[in-house]
Structure formats: structure tokens, C-alpha cells
């Protein structure tokens, strides 16, 4: 099963940004929404953020106003961008489709925020 493909993590400093991107395995233009989760050490899969086909955005409480997602679809890429990086925001970051492709879940991508 293809997979998902995150990248663009590291290290920054608390404040700093980062810019996540992640390829879908196919084809996303008919996807009802893409999706960013994250892992921190010790806690469960946590969604972050959702685009759907027509724009609608969800963002969890302790990202809202910090991060912003977007997706391209031509592409089939969804993208991540962070600002205002706090240390709690350290985990690895994954992305998928909703419906989740159960099979389809990448490697993910650490990113660390200390300084």
C-alpha cells in the first residue's frame, strides 16, 4: 500500500517556524479532507489541523492562530505551516486523508522545538 509522505521537519528554536509538506499516495482532488496529525512521546495520534475539498478548516485549540494548513491539489500535496513554535508543539507530525487511509500512514516527520 502506498504510503504518505511527510517532510520538513527539525529543530528551531521556541518562536521559530517551520513549513511541513506532505505527498498522498494519489490522487487528492476528490478527497473530502486532508488531514495533519501529531505523536508526542508517550501520547496518542492527535489531529491538528483538517482542510476539506471546498475550504472548509478545522484547527485544534492549541494550534489555532499559530498554524495554518492548505493543500494543493495539482500537486497532491498538503502543506503545514508553523509559526510561534512552543516546545509542547514536539512531536512527529503526519498527515492523511478523511476518510483515513488506515494503511496508508508515513513515516512522519520529528520536529523539535527547544533551545
Known amino acids: 500500500q502506498a504510503q504518505f509522505v511527510e517532510s520538513g521537519g527539525g529543530w528551531v528554536q521556541p518562536g521559530g517556524s517551520l513549513r511541513l509538506s506532505c505527498v498522498a499516495p494519489?490522487?487528492?482532488?476528490?478527497?473530502?479532507?486532508m488531514e495533519w496529525y501529531r505523536q508526542a512521546p508517550g501520547n496518542e495520534r492527535e489531529l491538528v489541523a483538517r482542510?476539506?475539498?471546498?475550504?472548509?478548516?478545522y484547527y485544534s485549540n492549541p494550534v489555532k492562530g499559530r498554524f495554518v494548513i492548505s493543500r494543493h491539489n495539482a500537486k497532491n500535496t498538503v502543506y503545514l505551516d508553523m509559526s510561534s513554535l512552543k516546545p509542547e508543539d514536539t512531536a512527529v507530525y503526519y498527515c492523511?486523508?478523511?476518510?483515513?487511509?488506515?494503511?496508508?500512514w508515513g513515516q512522519g516527520t520529528q520536529v523539535t522545538v527547544s533551545s
Open positions: 492523511n486523508q478523511f476518510p483515513t487511509l488506515t494503511e496508508s
Open positions: 482542510i476539506t475539498k471546498t475550504g472548509g478548516i
Open positions: 494519489g490522487s487528492i482532488d476528490n478527497v473530502y479532507a
